[in-house]
């Protein structure tokens, strides 16, 4: 979840005037036809030949290529759902900002974006996981060792009997204006929704925003009157970033897709830890637990704040007792092994079964559609 900070204050308001200002469905790539322009040629499509899909509208210059894309729409859609190709995570792009590279179409927030990803596109885009491992006895090593986690955590009775999960801290960010203080509070009202708060002081005025995932959508919600749905092609990261969590990620253990394999043992930093992957739903992380059981780290593919593709480990310390169960305070985050001080953060509070209105977890009825 820590990597949503930066994602949420850089992509987010970078995404907003595309979320504000987007119908239903969008007109793609200036009416120009997809299968043509990966072919290289920038051939205006037809009003009478068109294909609703992802959000967005496609106009085709010839039966045969609307055809052709209605065949394997994901080889010529705009690819990322329609996310800018850079930043990913919930960064909306702009479907008249397009570019073809590698025979897929991409699009973009911001014309910098653009710029970025054309010199270096490998440095933005994702590579396909590894597949878990399939062996039975290191699934059953790591359903040991995630019981050994569970247990140094408080147990199974008061892991799975939270009702609501909720911690705080506050960052001090450099900003063009000078450095502002950002307190951020983020809350689980478990089973399936979460809400980040984010508070700021800056030149005198008082600034709020929150995030919102629950099954019935995804939301930015900007002060206290406007809230603006997030693109569908979001979720997965959005459902990422809060659920990997350690708490949030072990409630899911007995859930029906839920995949874990132990790999081979390593280290972070002076630490020895048993490496065990683990999948469910969106996620995909390996936690590294240490000779106490505790969860000592995390590692995972995402984005910095740059939309640089990389691998993130998070290190847990600083456990303190909280109603009967040891929770980490003190985040320490790297990125492809550089120190990444906006992902580290010392808790200042953790809170557990606090009832929660479920307003919260709702857009207001003055929501932009």
């Not at 990913?88 to 397009?98: E, I, L, Q, R």
Request: net charge neutral.
């Amino acid at each position: 979840m820590y990597s949503l900070l930066c994602s949420l204050l850089a992509t987010l308001l970078t995404a907003m005037p595309i979320a504000q200002s987007m119908p239903e469905a969008a007109d793609a790539l200036d009416g120009l036809d997809p299968v043509m322009l990966i072919a290289g040629k920038e051939v205006p499509g037809k009003s009478a030949l068109t294909v609703r899909r992802g959000g967005f509208i496609y106009l085709f210059s010839t039966a045969e290529t609307k055809a052709t894309f209605e065949g394997d729409p994901g080889k010529y859609e705009i690819q990322l759902g329609g996310l800018c190709a850079r930043m990913g995570k919930t960064a909306g792009g702009n479907p008249s900002d397009f570019l073809v590279h590698d025979g897929k179409i991409y699009v973009f927030g911001s014309d910098a974006c653009h710029t970025k990803f054309a010199a270096a596109p490998a440095k933005y885009l994702a590579q396909a996981p590894e597949p878990m491992p399939s062996s039975t006895a290191a699934a059953a090593k790591a359903r040991q060792l995630l019981d050994r986690a569970v247990a140094a955590m408080g147990g199974a009775g008061r892991l799975d009997g939270l009702s609501s999960y909720a911690e705080s801290f506050s960052q001090v960010q450099a900003r063009p204006q000078g450095e502002v203080t950002v307190v951020t509070k983020t809350l689980w009202n478990f089973p399936d929704r979460v809400r980040q708060e984010r508070n700021m002081t800056m030149q005198g005025k008082a600034m709020s925003s929150a995030t919102i995932l629950s099954p019935q959508g995804m939301w930015f919600v900007s002060g206290q009157a406007e809230a603006y749905p997030i693109r569908a092609a979001a979720r997965p990261s959005l459902e990422q970033d809060f659920g990997r969590h350690p708490v949030a990620l072990l409630r899911h253990r007995r859930d029906a897709d839920f995949k874990t394999s132990a790999l081979v043992p390593g280290s972070v930093g002076e630490v020895t830890i048993e490496n065990v992957r683990v999948q469910t739903g969106s996620v995909d992380v390996t936690l590294g637990i240490g000779a106490s059981g505790r969860i000592h780290s995390a590692t995972f593919h995402d984005r910095n704040a740059e939309g640089e593709v990389g691998t993130r480990t998070v290190v847990y310390s600083d456990f303190r007792a909280v109603e009967g169960m040891q929770l980490p305070y003190v985040i320490r985050a790297t990125f492809n092994g550089a120190p990444e001080p906006q992902q580290s953060m010392t808790l200042d509070a953790i809170t557990l079964n606090a009832a929660i209105d479920p307003v919260l977890f709702a857009p207001n009825s003055q929501a932009k559609r």
